[in-house]
């Protein structure tokens, strides 16, 4: 059975740092790509994509977090991390991690339908 789940979320100040896990179970992160989305308390619906990284190591950042978040994989521990850092109060959201077993084509990697695999998500409040 295939898991992800999701921790290292809380509250921290502007400018601040954290650093999420998403740790997979079931599956091989050699034959997986792993998606990071957002969803921000006032968006019931829309999950806004992150960062992304294949199995090959090719990575890629929404445009509101590029450089300042960097998305990292361990194979050995099976576990994709998001380190954030000078995050924004705008970065208030609940953070998933998902999961396909086949690396996407860049036009498709934002798309929640691309994945087949999510995690419950974890809280990351940002205060100003």
């Known amino acids: 059975e295939v898991q992800l789940v999701e921790s290292g979320g809380g509250l921290v100040q502007a400018g601040g740092s954290l650093r999420l896990s998403c740790a997979a179970s079931g599956f091989s992160f050699d034959d997986y790509a792993i998606g990071w989305f957002r969803q921000a308390p006032e968006t019931q619906t829309e999950r806004e994509g992150v960062?992304?990284?294949?199995?090959?190591?090719?990575?890629y950042y929404g445009d509101s977090v590029r450089g300042r978040f960097t998305i990292s994989s361990d194979k050995a521990k099976n576990t994709v991390y998001l380190q954030m850092n000078s995050l924004k109060p705008e970065d208030t959201a609940v953070y998933y991690c998902?999961?396909?077993?086949?690396?996407?084509?860049?036009?498709?990697?934002?798309?929640?339908?691309?994945?087949?695999?999510w995690g419950q998500g974890t809280q990351v409040t940002v205060s100003s």
């Open positions: 960062s992304y990284i294949s199995s090959d190591g090719s990575t």
């Open positions: 998902a999961a396909v077993p086949r690396p996407l084509r860049v036009l498709v990697i934002w798309l929640r339908s691309s994945y087949d695999y």
